[in-house]
């Protein structure tokens, strides 16, 4: 069987990031239907994920950490996602804030070089809380409801926050809200450990249940000087570039999906045939249809991966193909999933099989930023020059 692999490892370097990114997927595979039975997190994922220094990964060089360009991002999201998609996009959204970090420039020099070294060092995670029950995707706008009231040289904030993935393993928090002696966003980075701040299991979802994206509840939590770390609007609006970790995941889910099929095909022979159903064309069609996906979706996510490591100065207009990336990735994914469950047959709803996993999973893509509505609103836009 020939796998998916081998065409975008173009360095020694990604090449070497593949073998090690790899290494994990048996485990990852082994564990993944007791994570998504129990919903709980993947501890022990991340813990050989420690081990080999995954959580610096996009931490620049000179803080102890790996520095990993755009494309080698992504070439690891999806090979891990191939093991266990849940870890996958955990580690992304922790990988990927650093990377935002590292790329704005919009914390404190002193802030970031301290934060980053306890990240190499310690291997701590981090991941943003700003999605609420009641306001909404940031994506789409939405302006918290968690307020800081600042008294006395210190900072009050009260509120919740939702979708906060990797709750029970989050050492720290970078949390928004409305300050509301300006009406301005403010970030702040939270101890998941201080009081007030405290983890409400709410995470009950069909699909990515071992990302374990509970609530965060703050209350008359007190925050520092130094840990106001940065103001909504002050830093360029610069397009998200880490934000390809989302569709590199689920086209690890897609990838998973395809070899497990291929592998079904090859093996299984039902008593109407002389030989495994790889030689029935219905079957072979849908393989190659399958690859037909997922070579159209890789080769774009890869190539505008690699625009964005190569010339920082087009940054700032990729925002719509970073944004198609997402759209053409996800929904191709979700395509290829159901290709293989057409193979697989009534056999790949049985939970002793991985499919059914991979096509509940698969669908959260669909619901992860950004929708595919606000892309083809982005793409109008420019269609009609009014961008």
Not at 41 to 70: C, H, I, M
Not at 272 to 296: F, G, H, Q, W, Y
Request: glycine share 6%; aromatic share 10%; net charge negative.
């Amino acid at each position: 069987m020939t796998t998916c692999n081998g065409i975008f490892l173009k360095t020694e370097q990604k090449e070497r990031l593949f073998e090690q990114a790899k290494q994990h997927i048996h485990s990852f595979q082994q564990r993944a239907d007791t994570y998504d039975e129990t919903g709980n997190f993947p501890f022990e994922n991340f813990e050989d994920l420690r081990k080999q220094q995954w959580l610096s990964f996009t931490v620049p060089k000179e803080y102890g950490g790996e520095g990993a360009t755009l494309s080698e991002f992504v070439l690891v999201q999806e090979t891990i996602a191939q093991g266990d998609a849940a870890t996958a996009l955990c580690l992304g959204w922790h990988n990927g804030t650093l990377m935002q970090l590292r790329d704005t420039r919009k914390w404190r020099q002193e802030t970031f070089a301290d934060f980053c070294h306890q990240v190499s060092y310690k291997q701590i995670l981090v991941n943003s809380a700003a999605t609420e029950p009641n306001s909404g995707s940031p994506a789409r706008g939405g302006k918290p409801q968690t307020t800081a009231t600042y008294n006395n040289g210190k900072w009050y904030i009260n509120g919740t926050k939702s979708f906060v993935s990797l709750a029970p393993a989050l050492d720290y928090a970078i949390v928004t809200a409305t300050i509301e002696e300006t009406g301005e966003v403010g970030e702040f980075l939270l101890s998941l450990d201080q009081e007030g701040v405290y983890r409400e299991e709410t995470w009950n979802p069909m699909s990515m249940r071992a990302t374990r994206s509970d609530h965060l509840i703050l209350e008359g939590v007190t925050a520092t000087d130094e840990a106001f770390v940065a103001k909504k609007g002050q830093q360029p609006n610069v397009p998200q570039g880490w934000l390809l970790h989302i569709p590199a995941c689920y086209l690890g889910i897609a990838i998973a999906a395809r070899n497990d099929a291929v592998q079904f095909a090859e093996t299984y022979q039902p008593a109407s045939l002389n030989t495994p159903i790889k030689d029935v064309e219905d079957v072979r069609r849908r393989i190659a249809e399958m690859d037909v996906e997922l070579m159209k979706a890789r080769h774009m996510m890869y190539h505008i991966a690699e625009r964005w490591d190569e010339d920082e100065q087009i940054r700032e207009q990729l925002a719509p193909e970073l944004a198609t990336v997402k759209t053409v990735a996800t929904n191709a994914a979700v395509d290829v999933v159901d290709r293989a469950m057409r193979i697989v047959g009534a056999q790949g709803l049985l939970k002793s099989q991985p499919f059914q996993r991979y096509y509940r999973d698969v669908r959260a893509g669909l619901h992860n930023p950004p929708g595919d509505d606000l892309t083809y609103r982005q793409l109008a836009k420019r269609a009609f020059g009014e961008v």
